[in-house]
């Protein structure tokens, strides 16, 4: 199957500091990539879909000021926390669906993220 | 939109014994559904979906899962459950379209019991 990386795979940072997270897709392209958020013990929680070349679509909630995300390249997507608090400390996901072939969404590994 | 309900927040079930994890789902359009497994600390792994054909679908590791359109449900099914299959079930739902986004449920944590 087709695979999607993520960098780092956790991170420790200070409180106040931006910190960002690559999504890839090694062995395909995709038009769209989302982010997921998962805080322990419960659900993910869409945050945002990635649009190459065009602005990002952010869920009811989610502040697009904090949650910088970009969409470079076709296979390439990264969220910035700006200003992380504790708060923020949760373990990030992406997922992206090949622009060919079938309907399957490739999750990425997840990102650690923790907050001090 | 899409919604997803797992019914229960914990299965326990004795080791070798069958489980049935229960999933129902919302949408005023077509859906394709899908189970995710996450075993501790780590990241997602597909069990199986469902996106048209038989309604019955075989997944990995032994699951199954039954799409029941009348009843809006997607249960997911072992016969004998291991050790190892300790770990958090997610079902999910989406649209039909390539980019749809993926809705999750709460998830169900599966206890195997010696």
């Known amino acids: 199957g087709a695979v999607v990386s993520q960098h780092p795979s956790w991170v420790i940072c200070k409180s106040g500091t931006s910190v960002k997270i690559e999504c890839r897709s090694l062995d395909f392209q995709a038009t769209t990539m989302f982010w997921y958020r998962q805080f322990p013990k419960q659900s993910l929680m869409l945050m945002a879909t990635?649009?190459?070349?065009?602005?990002?679509?952010?869920e009811q909630g989610v502040e697009k000021d904090k949650f910088l995300i970009n969409h470079a390249s076709l296979t390439l997507s990264t969220l910035t926390v700006t200003s992380a608090h504790p708060e923020d400390s949760s373990f990030y996901i992406c997922?992206?669906?090949?622009?060919?072939?079938?309907?399957?969404?490739?999750f990425g590994p997840g990102t650690r993220l923790t907050v001090l | 939109a899409q919604s997803v309900t797992q019914l229960d927040s914990q299965v326990p079930v004795f080791e070798e014994a069958p489980v049935e994890l229960r999933c129902n789902y919302s949408s005023s359009v077509s859906v394709y559904l899908f189970w995710y497994v996450q075993y501790p600390n780590q990241g997602l792994q597909l069990l199986l979906k469902?996106?048209?054909?038989?309604?019955l679908v075989k997944g990995i590791n032994g699951f199954e899962a039954e799409f029941n359109k009348s009843q809006t449900s997607f249960h997911l099914r072992k016969p004998s459950v291991h050790i190892s299959d300790t770990a958090e079930y997610f079902c999910a739902v989406s649209g039909t379209n390539r980019d749809d986004k993926i809705i999750f449920g709460k998830g169900t944590r599966l206890h195997i019991l010696p």
């Open positions: 469902y996106l048209s054909g038989s309604t």
């Open positions: 990635s649009n190459e070349g065009s602005k990002a679509t952010y």
């Open positions: 997922s992206a669906p090949p622009m060919k072939g079938g309907n399957e969404q490739f």
